[in-house]
């Protein structure tokens, strides 16, 4: 159903991730204006999610739903990406949450078997990568990392698996897979974007 299929959307939240300001962050996520990931089974069938970057976020929006940014997230002093505020999709509706201060959503390196969690007054996430995986989506095949992060001041409304590839970032959540990629990738990110790092400083 539709409602499912926007749930990676918000992942991809997850996603995002990561500056060129971080070596390690910029491995697992490309960030730079304009990056646009498809997601979906044929031409016809897929919804995009879109990023932008600003002097001192970047985010995450899916134009077909109007939601404008549907996450926003820093990078920190350790290369580490962090989230500001966060859209996610549940079987209840919609969840919109802020985070001040931001809570970590990604802690590099992702080794395998790695945790952490950050709770404040206004929410608290946990992340574990679980494994690595090769995964075949309409995109092509990848190596991943599987990140799974939990909302957990809610009830665990949230528990999201994230495939992140060293270049492209989030390529498959909840069984929606990417349909298409357009943007520098992370490597390519790293050398075009190299003075957007210190936005981020």
Known sequence: MRAKARIPLTATCLCALLLSSAGLAADYWPIAPGITWNYGTSASSTYPVQMGVSDTSFWLVEPSLFLSPLSRFVVNGDGDIE???????????????????????????????????????????????????????????????????????????????FYLDRNIGNVKHRGVGLFS???????????????????FR
């Open 83 to 161: 989230a500001k505020s966060w859209t996610y999709f549940h079987e209840y509706g919609i969840r919109y949450a802020i985070f001040d201060p931001p809570l970590l959503f990604l802690d590099f390196p992702l080794d395998v078997g790695k945790t952490w969690e950050t709770v404040n007054a206004t929410g608290g996430l946990r992340g574990e990568v679980l494994r690595e995986e090769t995964v075949t989506v309409p995109a092509g095949t990848f190596q991943t990392k599987v990140v799974r992060i939990t909302d957990i001041l809610n009830g665990g409304l949230f528990v999201g698996d």
């Open 181 to 199: 990629f357009s943007g520098p990738t992370a490597a390519e990110s790293q050398q075009s974007w190299g003075s957007v790092k210190a936005l």
